[in-house]
């Protein structure tokens, strides 16, 4: 007898990923993609990442100066609570994110 199973995190994220981009490239693109920001949950929603790899890669981003913390929060859309948003950094313009 065969089951089928519903499409996992992992399945998602490796579909949806392009190949050779990074974890940091990923959510950032999902990010610049969002018109008002997103949070760490939404982002892993989108994803498919756990929200603890969303953490790590923001704090990439932001040291790399192209993410920050909105000046605001909002309800999230995954759990309705106040959370803080993150955004494109403005002066990131065309920069290319190259991690270490």
């Not at 929060?73 to 609570?81: A, L, Q, T």
């Amino acid at each position: 007898m065969r089951r089928v199973y519903a499409e996992t995190s992992a399945v998602a994220y490796h579909s949806r990923k392009r190949e050779n981009e990074t974890e940091a490239e990923y959510v950032l693109s999902v990010i610049r993609k969002a018109q008002h920001g997103l949070t760490i949950l939404e982002i892993a929603q989108r994803t498919g990442l756990q929200s603890s790899t969303v953490s790590g890669r923001l704090g990439d981003l932001r040291k790399a100066g192209l993410v920050e913390e909105a000046p605001f929060k909002r309800k999230c859309s995954v759990n309705g609570m106040r959370k803080k948003i993150w955004v494109e950094s403005p002066a990131t313009g065309q920069l290319r994110l190259r991690m270490p």
